[in-house]
């Protein structure tokens, strides 16, 4: 008979020596262990398809062995005891135990206990693979969900390019810096590659912009200013309501990148905590980026000048901490760059 060896534990020689021989004539393969001790040093480096465990060990009941053997569902146990005791029994087969016998027993008792317990492994290992498979595929759906995702984010960020020349590029280097940034601040690395892969939408809104606006290179009158401001309204309707995780981060960035720390931003007017981390992350991260861009209206900054425009606007536009992580993640840039 082939398959995963049994364990038997039992601290009497004797009786180590006659399940050993009944199993190997059986056609098992049958290791044996005179106490717990031994017993755990063969679980390291054996798989077992089943354990048969003695209650009375020396040192420890065998019990505590068959609470620890539950951390393996696809190995067995059948409790092989002298102990003819109902809650004894009771307790072992809550513990997990498959099966019960009690000594003196019948070779055929013992050969039918085992057959069930090798079955029971068999069946179990074939559900822990069934499992392991299912989560693999599960896995792999959820890597090619998020790689669908950002190429998505991408190609959007492209189509806007067309519409307003200044966004393509602009919109990954945002979602870098906040990605950054929100390290920084102690945020876990799964969300700071959320707010990455949401980052990029945070003007989705100016799809609906018309480019004359857009491009206008002097200053925009009362109603072009209004219809600008718009962008975060609409992009907050176009990724809202989806239920999806991430575009509902989007959808919270795309309406709040705008606001400012004293209250004195749009759409809204939120100030403070009233206004989504998120948010306030990407308001950093987008306004620093914008001012060393080109625009229609206004040449590059320096990024001294950038940096310092946003120092000046510490605990006014931005979050104060938000603001003294940016400046940290520079920091750890240029060590960087040097070494």
Known sequence: MTGKPILCVDDDPYVRSCIKRLLNVAGYTCDC??????????LAVHDYAVVLCDIGLPGESGLVLLSELAALPATATVMVTGNDDPYTADRALALGAHGYLTKPFVPNDLLIAVAGAVHRSRIEESRSAQLESAYATI?????????????TVARLGRAMEFHDLATGEHVERVAESARVIAVELGLTTVVAERLRLAGP???IGKIAIGEAILRKPGE???DERGAMERHTDVGHELLAGSGNELLELAATVAWTHHESWDGSGYPRGLAGDEIPLAGRIVTVADVCDALTS??????????????????????RKF???VVDAFARSLVRHEEAVAV
């Open 139 to 151: 896995a792999a759906s959820e890597e090619e969900l998020r790689r669908a995702y950002a190429e």
């Open 201 to 203: 939408l945070h003007d």
């Open 319 to 321: 979050d104060p901490a």
């Open 294 to 315: 080109d625009r229609p209206y206004r040449s590059a900054w320096t990024p001294e000048d950038a940096f310092a425009y946003v120092i000046e606007q510490r605990g």
């Open 33 to 42: 262990a005179g106490d717990a001790h031994e017993a755990r040093r063969l």
């Open 220 to 222: 925009l009158s009362p």
